[in-house]
Structures are given as structure tokens and as C-alpha cells.
């Protein structure tokens, strides 16, 4: 998995984009190169969603793992900043109409 590439002209996107694009609100991206518009796929939306809120679901199995609340927060937000940090790798968009 690689950071997508503009469908235009190859101009692979800056993670830094990506990112501040998923943490405000899933903004649209622009192309640096070419500046075509891009709009995030409703997919990968709901992917990184999940993702983020996967370890609420098991939070009575990671409490009996942490036995803390503030070790359960810290472990929280380690997962957190993997799943952004990774984001750009499995996050896409595509050309806005």
C-alpha cells in the first residue's frame, strides 16, 4: 500500500496533506501538481471511522488487560496515533465531478 497518486499526472499526494485533510473533517485535497480536485471515498471514511472507535467495542476485555482507566486511555490513544499515522497508506479519493 502506497500513498495515492494523482490520476492525472502521477504526482503522488504529501502525507502531510492526507492527514490534515482526514483530521478536518474530510476536506477535499487539491493536487499540487495539476490542482484537480479530490474528495474522499465514502469507504475509506467509515474504514477510518471504525477504525478509531474499534477499541470502545472491546473496552471490557482491554480493561481486564490495563486494569486502569488511565493505562486503557493511554493504550486509547497509542492506537489512535498508529491508525492516523498509517491513514495515508490506506486512504483514497477521487476526482471530484
Known amino acids: 500500500m502506497f500513498i495515492q497518486k494523482c490520476k492525472n499526472c502521477s504526482k503522488e499526494f ?4 492526507v492527514i490534515e ?3 478536518g473533517g474530510y476536506e477535499p485535497i487539491e493536487c ?4 484537480t480536485k479530490y474528495q474522499p471515498n465514502f469507504i475509506s471514511r467509515c474504514i477510518f471511522a471504525t477504525s478509531i472507535a474499534l477499541p470502545v467495542f472491546f473496552s471490557p476485555y482491554l480493561f481486564g488487560i490495563f486494569k486502569t482507566y488511565p493505562s486503557m486511555i493511554l493504550a486509547y490513544l497509542t492506537w489512535v496515533f498508529i491508525v492516523a499515522a498509517i491513514a495515508p497508506f490506506y486512504f483514497r479519493y ?4
Do not use: G, M
Open 14 to 17: 504529501q502525507w502531510k496533506t
Open 21 to 23: 485533510s482526514i483530521w
Open 32 to 35: 499540487d501538481n495539476c490542482k
Open 94 to 97: 477521487h476526482i471530484k465531478d
